[in-house]
């Protein structure tokens, strides 16, 4: 079964990719991912705090003065390797796999830390993740200027270097289609499609938010599904998957939908680095045993370009749904 993939300008021997995680940080997991049968790694990010973390002035006694602002600031003990260590760990996994590797930054503000976009093409890197981890809390920020602040960072990076760039986004976009296409047109190549915002909760026993990072599940699939969908059918770019693939079905479920790379955390983090060989393997019996030659001829088999207007399809399916539930859905008594 033919399982490759064009995914950012690079042939992969199939969609599968190990995503951004502490897994890149070692080379045995590493080779051990590449020996399973993923086809890319994508490093953990390196983090804006991180690189201006050495430029910035010491706190003023002002701000010294609110522990909160020192307990805010990150540490550099809470980053996994500095600046450095990052660019040397792109140039050791080069070395150790042959598969491609796409490293990461991740920041919010259109700044002199970008350039380390051309240090990582420097060292090796294949391509680049661009994560835009953002939320909007500022009453006085329009939906066009946060937007805006992302677009001319994908252009300081896109000036940086000459590797292809995805953009990793978030679904809280008030207009996605819209703000999916002025990122095609700053000349993204990819979407990465959808990080996972972390989510505090509150501890009652303690009376105070609660940090857990929960690993995902396959509910969280259909969101990236419906857009996948939707942006495949209208902006021609790369798309990758992030976000709730466990199976092979729902590796299947996402090219089907649009997704050029699929790439897996939580499923290898809950159990092992293994797991690509199992998906891949099933993802191949799935298409011989459905009458598929290659990956390719699955890919988008599903998607809303039947639809002249998807937002007509999506108003016609949210009806269809609640009407249905309608008929079924009794409380008990
Ligand atoms: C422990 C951990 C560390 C992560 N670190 C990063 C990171 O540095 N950069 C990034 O873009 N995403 C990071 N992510 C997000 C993952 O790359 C991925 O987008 C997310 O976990 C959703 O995919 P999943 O459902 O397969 O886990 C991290 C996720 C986990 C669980």
């Known amino acids: 079964m033919d399982l490759t993939t064009r995914y950012l300008g690079l042939t992969l021997s199939n969609p599968l990719i190990l995503g951004a995680s502490p897994l890149g940080d070692d080379l045995d997991d590493v080779r051990r991912a590449e020996d399973s049968g993923a086809a890319g790694i994508v490093m953990h990010s390196l983090f804006e705090e991180q690189i201006t973390m050495g430029c910035r ?17 990150p540490h550099r003990s809470e980053f996994a390797l500095d600046p450095d260590q990052y660019l040397e ?18 920041g919010v503000t259109n700044a002199g830390w970008l350039k380390y976009a051309r240090l990582m093409d420097q060292a ?13 809390t500022n009453p006085d920020e329009s939906a066009e200027s946060a937007e805006r602040t992302t677009l001319e960072m994908l252009t300081a990076v896109k000036a940086q270097t000459r590797l292809p760039v995805a953009v990793k986004l978030s ?6 289609a819209n703000f999916a296409q002025r990122l095609a047109s700053a000349h993204a190549d990819g979407l990465v499609l959808f990080n996972r915002f972390y989510q505090p909760d509150i501890d009652l026993e303690a009376l105070e938010v609660s940090h857990r990072l929960e690993l995902s599940s396959s509910s969280e699939l259909p969101l990236r ?3 996948l969908a939707i942006l495949s059918a209208q902006l021609d770019l790369t798309y990758g998957v992030t976000g709730g693939v466990h199976s092979a079905a729902d590796a299947i479920k996402a090219v089907m939908a649009g997704a ?3 790439q897996l955390v939580s499923e290898i983090l809950k159990h092992g680095l293994y797991r690509f060989a199992e998906i891949r393997n099933d993802l191949a019996t799935w298409l011989e045993r459905h009458g598929y030659h290659s990956l390719a001829q699955a890919r988008r088999s599903l998607n809303l370009s039947h639809c002249p207007d998807p937002s007509v399809y999506e108003r016609a399916n949210y009806l269809r749904v609640l009407a249905s539930r309608r008929s079924t859905t009794a409380p008990p008594r």
Not at 57 to 73: K, N
């Open 57 to 73: 002035p010491p706190l003023s006694d002002h701000e010294e003065s609110f522990a909160e602002a020192v307990y805010l600031r």
């Open 89 to 106: 760990q792109i140039r050791r996994i080069k070395d150790a796999v042959r598969i491609p590797l796409i490293a990461s930054l991740n």
């Open 124 to 136: 090796g890197a294949d391509a680049l993740e661009l994560n835009v981890y953002r939320v909007a």
């Open 171 to 176: 679904p809280f976009y008030t207009s996605l």
């Open 225 to 227: 599904l419906r857009w």
């Open 260 to 262: 050029d790379g699929v």
